[in-house]
């Protein structure tokens, strides 16, 4: 077999209708995949985000009591972008999400109000590849999601989700991990791409926070350049990546 036909993506499967997208941060989804939800949403699906925190240690210069709503506020209007609508918050805390059973069970009961067939999160590893080390907050809150998909489905490891009218749901048929190093599965990202980047420009006082570069030119080539470089995976059109885990 040659390299070329082992690193193809394969298209993301397209037979579902209602998709849970789980995440730490503000922007998470925007650095992420926003392009494949814009995609998404144009096809009639429905999307909505659950969001760990609300971001509030993310920017040095601001204290956390004015950032979370600020960020709140950036998160709400970026999701509108791209179709979303609801968009959800857990309220852990930013930058220390402890991985566990209470994290589990406020994803779980998300996946079980939503009932969605798909799950999308964040990379759950420890790194991006090579040396570029993850944080500990995507990390937790991507391995709980993919824990929380199978969790959702069974009315005895968390009972008192029953007791509060969610019932069990089992229909997730996949977890789809957006910025995996390992990626097996990829979105078309040329339909959404200018949404993506608008929808990350309003997150513009993080952007502001985070760079000195001018905040539009910043987005549109970062994400050019990560869809252009998953679309030489992808027969060349520009790409969003996801390791796909079935269920």
Same mark, same amino acid.
């Given at each position: 077999? &040659?390299?070329? @036909? !082992?690193?193809?993506?394969?298209?993301?499967?397209?037979?579902?209708?209602?998709?849970?997208?789980?995440?730490?941060?503000?922007?998470?989804?925007?650095?992420?995949?926003?392009?494949?939800?814009?995609?998404?949403?144009?096809?009639?699906? /429905?999307?909505?985000?659950?969001?760990? &925190?609300?971001?509030?240690?993310?920017?040095?210069?601001?204290?956390?009591?004015?950032?979370?709503?600020?960020? +709140?506020?950036?998160?709400?209007?970026?999701?509108?972008? $791209?179709?979303?609508?609801?968009?959800?918050?857990?309220?852990?805390?930013?930058?220390?999400? +402890?991985?566990?059973?209470?994290? =589990?069970?406020? !994803?779980?009961?998300?996946? =079980?109000?939503? =009932?969605? /067939?798909?799950?999308? &999160?964040?990379?759950?590893?420890?790194?991006?590849?090579?040396?570029?080390?993850?944080?500990?907050?995507?990390?937790?809150?991507?391995?709980?999601?993919?824990?929380?998909?199978?969790?959702?489905?069974?009315?005895? !490891?968390?009972? /008192?989700?029953? /007791?509060?009218?969610?019932?069990?749901?089992?229909?997730?048929?996949?977890?789809?991990?957006?910025?995996?190093?390992?990626? &097996?599965?990829?979105?078309?990202?040329?339909?959404?791409?200018?949404?993506?980047?608008?929808?990350?420009?309003?997150?513009?006082?993080?952007?502001?926070?985070?760079?000195?570069?001018?905040? +539009?030119?910043?987005?549109?080539?970062?994400?050019? +350049?990560?869809?252009?470089?998953?679309? @030489?995976?992808?027969?060349?059109?520009?790409? $969003?990546?996801?390791?796909?885990?079935?269920?």
């Amino acid at each position: 077999m &040659t390299e070329s @036909k !082992i690193t193809q993506l394969q298209p993301l499967p397209g037979d579902w209708q209602r998709a849970l997208a789980v995440v730490a941060h503000p922007d998470d989804l925007e650095y992420g995949c926003s392009a494949a939800v814009a995609a998404w949403t144009d096809a009639g699906r /429905e999307v909505a985000y659950v969001l760990a &925190t609300r971001g509030e240690a993310g920017i040095d210069t601001l204290d956390p009591a004015v950032c979370g709503p600020l960020r +709140e506020r950036e998160q709400r209007a970026s999701a509108a972008v $791209v179709g979303v609508g609801t968009v959800e918050f857990l309220d852990h805390r930013d930058g220390v999400i +402890e991985y566990g059973t209470a994290l =589990r069970r406020d !994803i779980a009961a998300a996946i =079980r109000r939503h =009932r969605p /067939e798909l799950v999308v &999160t964040l990379n759950h590893r420890d790194t991006w590849g090579g040396v570029a080390w993850n944080t500990p907050d995507h990390v937790a809150v991507g391995r709980a999601t993919l824990d929380a998909a199978a969790d959702a489905g069974n009315r005895w !490891i968390f009972p /008192e989700l029953v /007791e509060q009218g969610l019932e069990p749901w089992n229909g997730v048929r996949w977890v789809a991990v957006a910025g995996s190093s390992s990626p &097996t599965h990829a979105v078309d990202a040329a339909p959404g791409l200018d949404r993506a980047v608008r929808s990350l420009l309003e997150h513009r006082t993080y952007i502001e926070a985070l760079t000195d570069q001018d905040p +539009e030119a910043y987005v549109r080539d970062f994400l050019t +350049e990560t869809t252009t470089a998953t679309g @030489k995976r992808f027969g060349g059109t520009p790409a $969003v990546a996801f390791e796909v885990f079935g269920r």
